[in-house]
């Protein structure tokens, strides 16, 4: 009898579905401008001192990396005042976290998810054998309580992603605060924050996630420099945890993951507030007249705390994401998550922004 060449979960996977390259769109469709809304990119651009400290980095290229990444580990241990033991450094949060589920999964132990969310929680430790349980959105909403009934005695993590992608709803403090107190002491909590400097503006975000780690230490928050910092192409994010969860995890990673393109961006980023100010700035700008022209067009949308916005369509997201498409306008289709009528678009320079909306206008109309 043959032997199974492939792990078992393996079969089970679904290809993800990429969106298409802007070079592609613009062959086919014979347009000279378009603007990708579909990744939830930093569409200011990259910091600038990330440019200038990736230029000079690139003169050490024939080097290997520093291992621990360890000069953006001590900035960033400094910067949010945790001890370098509490944190892992990435090749984006992606790697994070499959090495979350790495590190906690065993064949036949559950996750929780909500759903719509992060598909990749749940590739990640379907992977590894999870059962994962995906408790549906209620109101665009994480339903916390149905979670908590979901809880069992082999349930091993719970994922919130708090601004969730794709709602970018957020849970407010009392309502996190009153979950995680529920949640048993032995379950890890996965905190993904990679939309944190856009949320934290908004005084209902619970931002002080690291208070809550010191007092509850089986839980992991993830961040990243792919968003508001705008190096999403060179790929570092990271996790603060107990020591414990960060010293298994950091032992599992390969050894240079983080590249030293990477590292210099990452640093050169964290320092760079103005950038984060005008990034922020940019994207409430953007928000503002999307949900404007959203309320004109009578849709229904939520509000939203991070640099995208998930709206409900009076059609097929599929037919909208194409008839946008064939303008020059890249979205996000909901009925990638099997929501069919909705849609995902990132906030923009107001140009894009403003194209964005004659665009769905003119589609809609
Ligand atoms: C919710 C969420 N978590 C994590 C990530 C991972 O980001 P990166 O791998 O670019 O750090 C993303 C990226 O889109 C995201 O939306």
């Avoid at 934290?200 to 007092?215: F, G, Q, T």
């Avoid at 839980?219 to 990271?238: D, E, N, P, Q």
Wanted: glycine residues 6%; proline residues 5%; charged residues 25%.
């Amino acid at each position: 009898m043959a032997k199974d060449l492939f792990r078992r979960q393996v079969a089970q996977f679904r290809p993800y579905v990429p969106g298409k390259p802007i070079e592609e769109v613009r062959r086919e469709y014979g347009l000279e401008e378009i603007e990708k809304l579909a990744s939830n990119e930093n569409q200011l651009g990259p910091s600038p001192k990330a440019i200038e400290a990736v230029q000079k980095a690139a003169l050490e290229m024939n080097l290997y990396p520093e291992a621990t990444a360890i000069d953006l580990k001590r900035a960033l241990a400094a910067k949010l005042g945790v001890k370098e033991e509490n944190l892992v450094i990435g090749n984006g949060g992606e790697e994070l976290l499959q090495i979350i589920a790495q590190v906690f999964i065993n064949d036949g132990d559950q996750i929780i998810t909500g759903y719509p969310s992060f598909n990749i929680y749940v590739t990640t430790c379907s992977l590894m054998g999870a059962e994962v349980i995906s408790v549906p959105f209620k109101d665009g909403n994480y339903d916390l309580e149905a979670m908590l009934a979901a809880v069992t005695d082999k349930t091993k993590l719970i994922y919130l992603c708090n601004p969730n992608n794709p709602t970018a709803t957020f849970i407010d403090r009392p309502t996190l605060d009153s979950f995680l107190a529920r949640v048993p002491e032995d379950v890890v909590v996965v905190l993904d924050e990679a939309y944190y400097e856009f949320a934290r503006v908004n005084p209902d975000y619970p931002a002080e996630s690291i208070a809550r780690l010191v007092a509850r230490p089986n839980t992991v928050i993830l961040r990243t420099f792919s968003k508001v910092c705008g190096i999403a192409g060179v790929r570092v994010g990271y996790v603060i945890s107990s020591e414990e969860i960060a010293g298994n995890m950091n032992k599992i990673k390969l050894t240079f993951d983080v590249n030293r393109l990477a590292q210099a961006a990452a640093l050169a980023a964290l320092d760079d507030e103005a950038h984060i100010e005008r990034t922020v700035a940019q994207n409430y700008r953007s928000l503002q007249a999307m949900q404007a022209c959203f309320d004109e067009l009578g849709l229904h949308y939520y509000p939203s705390a991070a640099n995208f916005i998930w709206v409900e369509l009076p059609r097929h997201s599929k037919e909208v994401f194409e008839a946008m498409l064939r303008q020059g306008v890249i979205v996000r289709p909901g009925y990638l998550w099997g929501w069919e009528n909705w849609m995902r678009v990132s906030t923009g320079t107001d140009a894009q922004t403003a194209r964005f909306t004659e665009v769905l206008k003119d589609v809609l109309k």
